[in-house]
Nanobody, 130 residues
Framework: QLQASGGGLVQAGGSLRLSCVAS?????????MGWFRQSPGTERLFVAGINRSGSSTYYTDSVKGRFTISRDNAKNTMSLQMNTLKPEDTAVYYCAADIPTHSSDYGEIFDRSANSVGSWGQGTQVTVSS
């Protein structure tokens, strides 16, 4: 089970920190995790991902340099620090777990499709005003 929190209303240029706490029978560090977001009338899209150990992170281009994903396996918690927020970041943000990776000639590929996610948390609304 995943419990997300930290959303809210912020002005453009501001910051928010989202958190996701996991509970259940599986060991927290046994699965990759990530954040997706969804605006009204659009599909759920990948924002950021992190591997089991936290040693590798992945971002969609529009948030690189502004968002930072992290995890604390001792506390069963994943976070998304969002800085320099823009109105286009407004969306419902979803915590995701059990995201697969795929081997390729170029290394591990982090699956960014919402259809591949094994478990979802409830969404948390992020609204950025201009």
């Amino acid at each position: 089970q995943l419990q997300a929190s930290g959303g809210g209303l912020v002005q453009a240029g501001g910051s928010l920190r989202l958190s996701c706490v996991a509970s259940g029978r599986r060991t927290f560090n046994s699965y990759n995790m990530g954040w997706f977001r969804q605006s009204p009338g659009t599909e759920r899209l990948f924002v950021a991902g992190i591997n089991r150990s936290g040693s590798s992170t992945y971002y969609t281009d529009s948030v690189k340099g502004r968002f930072t994903i992290s995890r604390d396996n001792a506390k069963n918690t994943m976070s998304l620090q969002m800085n320099t927020l823009k109105p286009e970041d407004t969306a419902v943000y979803y915590c995701a777990a059990d995201i697969p990776t795929h081997s390729s000639d170029y290394g591990e590929i982090f699956d960014r499709s919402a259809n591949s996610v094994g478990s979802w948390g409830q969404g948390t609304q992020v609204t950025v005003s201009s």
